[in-house]
């Protein structure tokens, strides 16, 4: 049990499954709370059952965990290299295991999906997302993860597609369901809209960081076996700067959003941004420039988790900042 939890890598589909339950609990609910006051429209709420978002969540789960297994299943060999402790396919979890394990969680995300998918008349949607993001984790594992760049750039994606899952449902349904409200202008979903796609371009960006540090991290099983990642095309140090330049594009857009901050007077807010998101990029820069080894690329993986876990849980003070105009 303990080998198959590590090689579904929980940790991360539990961050998954807590980004969407923020987009609905501190965004979405939130907002339309808000916009219900202002309107004196009590109806005004999301339209998808409560048991029907955690169907939503198991899918993406369901899916995420089954791109970790084959990914791990077509990498046993140069894992012998990069991860000889981590990969506990052809170990504890024979490659036959692997495989049926893959065939049959994918089958339950993909059918959870279309199912959805199906019952609120999105089934074109549903294709595009619970068809598309399996095909491409399979053809990340047995080929994009060693080509330049593509490989990074589809996990990213997919990372950004997480939290966007749940407006691109919900959105829809509360148009069709308040029809009156959006014939006379009364409702107003663009603000929802433009977080959410904050949020999932955060993800995408910092996703598409901690991808390439782990290039950086496996550089010695990857070059052995003919991969051809950022590291080994442009180098470790051209690598490195593009990672800096990256994080300076994030700490000055964070820091545009604390020039905002300041001017509404929102001190926790701007403390909250300077704390765990500002100082821990700062740092993060500081290691990419000074790491040398596996140790220092896998704290450096560490830590950039950390901020995607401290950027997602803003939500909660954007949710209590909401409920504080809504009483006000």
Same mark, same amino acid.
């Given at each position: 049990?303990?080998?198959?939890?590590?090689?579904?890598?929980?940790?991360?589909? &539990?961050?998954?499954?807590?980004?969407?339950?923020?987009?609905?609990?501190?965004?979405?609910?939130?907002?339309?709370?808000?916009?219900?006051?202002?309107?004196?429209?009590?109806?005004?709420?999301?339209?998808?059952?409560?048991?029907?978002?955690?169907?939503?969540?198991?899918?993406?789960?369901?899916?995420?965990?089954?791109?970790?297994?084959?990914?791990?299943?077509?990498?046993?060999?140069?894992?012998?290299?990069?991860?000889?402790?981590?990969?506990?396919?052809?170990?504890?979890?024979?490659?036959?295991?692997?495989?049926?394990?893959?065939?049959?969680?994918?089958?339950?995300?993909?059918?959870?999906?279309?199912?959805?998918?199906?019952?609120?008349?999105?089934?074109?949607?549903?294709?595009?997302?619970?068809?598309?993001?399996?095909?491409?984790?399979?053809?990340?594992?047995?080929?994009?993860?060693?080509?330049?760049?593509?490989?990074?750039? /589809?996990?990213?994606?997919?990372?950004?597609?997480?939290?966007?899952?749940?407006?691109?449902?919900?959105?829809?349904?509360?148009?069709?369901?308040?029809?009156?409200?959006?014939?006379?202008?009364?409702?107003?979903?663009?603000?929802?809209?433009? /977080?959410?796609?904050?949020?999932?371009?955060?993800?995408?960006?910092?996703? &598409?960081?901690?991808?390439?540090?782990?290039?950086?991290?496996?550089?010695?099983?990857?070059?052995?076996?003919?991969?051809?990642?950022?590291?080994? /095309?442009?180098? /470790?140090?051209?690598?490195?700067?593009?990672?800096?330049?990256?994080?300076?594009?994030?700490?000055?857009?964070?820091?545009?959003?604390?020039?905002?901050?300041?001017?509404?007077?929102?001190?926790?807010?701007?403390?909250?941004?300077?704390?765990?998101?500002?100082?821990?990029?700062?740092?993060?820069?500081?290691?990419?420039?000074?790491?040398?080894?596996?140790?220092?690329?896998?704290?450096?993986?560490?830590?950039?988790?950390?901020?995607?876990?401290?950027?997602?849980?803003?939500?909660?003070?954007?949710?209590?900042?909401?409920?504080?105009?809504?009483?006000?």
């Amino acid at each position: 049990m303990i080998s198959f939890i590590k090689l579904i890598r929980l940790p991360n589909l &539990l961050i998954m499954a807590f980004t969407q339950y923020m987009v609905r609990y501190c965004v979405l609910i939130p907002t339309l709370n808000l916009q219900a006051h202002d309107l004196e429209y009590s109806l005004l709420t999301v339209q998808m059952t409560e048991f029907d978002f955690f169907l939503l969540i198991l899918s993406t789960l369901f899916i995420g965990a089954a791109g970790y297994i084959i990914n791990d299943y077509f990498d046993v060999s140069i894992d012998r290299i990069n991860r000889p402790d981590s990969n506990v396919v052809g170990k504890s979890v024979k490659r036959r295991i692997a495989m049926i394990s893959h065939i049959i969680i994918n089958f339950i995300g993909v059918s959870l999906g279309i199912y959805l998918s199906w019952k609120y008349n999105f089934l074109r949607l549903g294709a595009m997302i619970f068809i598309s993001a399996p095909l491409l984790l399979w053809f990340y594992s047995t080929n994009l993860k060693r080509r330049f760049l593509i490989g990074n750039l /589809v996990i990213a994606l997919l990372s950004g597609i997480v939290p966007m899952v749940v407006v691109l449902f919900e959105i829809p349904l509360i148009y069709k369901s308040f029809p009156i409200l959006i014939s006379n202008n009364s409702l107003d979903l663009s603000g929802i809209l433009t /977080v959410v796609q904050f949020i999932a371009l955060f993800a995408f960006v910092i996703t &598409l960081m901690r991808e390439i540090i782990k290039d950086l991290e496996d550089y010695e099983g990857d070059i052995e076996y003919g991969c051809k990642t950022m590291p080994i /095309v442009l180098g /470790v140090a051209p690598t490195k700067i593009i990672l800096v330049i990256i994080l300076g594009l994030i700490i000055t857009t964070l820091g545009w959003l604390q020039y905002l901050q300041l001017a509404a007077e929102d001190w926790t807010s701007l403390i909250y941004f300077l704390v765990l998101l500002q100082m821990p990029l700062f740092y993060l820069a500081y290691r990419i420039l000074t790491s040398k080894g596996k140790k220092d690329w896998r704290f450096a993986s560490i830590t950039i988790k950390f901020i995607m876990v401290a950027g997602i849980s803003f939500l909660f003070l954007y949710a209590h900042q909401i409920q504080k105009l809504i009483v006000s």
